[in-house]
Nanobody
């Protein structure tokens, strides 16, 4: 599976941005979960949100709940992260990742990077105050 993240850029605080994660290679299955993580300079990687490919169940970090929305377009093999009311602390490199087509992780573990086998390159989001 190859993942291509895009959509990052410079946005003012309070603004909106939509990130995309396009997948190619092996197709997803009902076991697939796709997540977004972010890493700010000199900080640990942080879970942002995740969505189940089948059923659309979602999970969010508390820091983005109510502001970010994760969604997927099965026909386009693409997952989106709609970011609204962004804050300077949202500044980071955003990565999308997936466990692949096998062994869907339990919901409680979706925030753990170790549950994801395939990672895309990051896209930088910079929020100015």
């Amino acid at each position: 599976v190859q993942l291509q993240a895009s959509g990052g850029g410079l946005v003012q605080a309070g603004g909106s941005l939509r990130l995309s994660c396009a997948a190619s290679g092996r197709t997803f299955s009902r076991h697939t979960v796709v997540g977004w993580f972010r890493q700010a300079a000199e900080k640990e990687r942080e879970f942002v949100a995740a969505v189940a490919w089948s059923g659309g169940f979602t999970s969010y970090a508390d820091s983005v709940k109510g502001r970010f929305t994760i969604s997927r377009d099965n026909a386009k093999n693409t997952v989106y992260l709609q970011m609204t009311d962004v804050k300077p602390e949202d500044t980071a490199v955003y990565h999308c990742a997936t466990n692949g087509a096998w062994s869907r992780p339990v919901l409680s573990s979706w925030s753990l990077p170790t549950q994801y086998k395939y990672w895309g390159q990051g896209t930088l989001v910079t929020v100015s105050s």
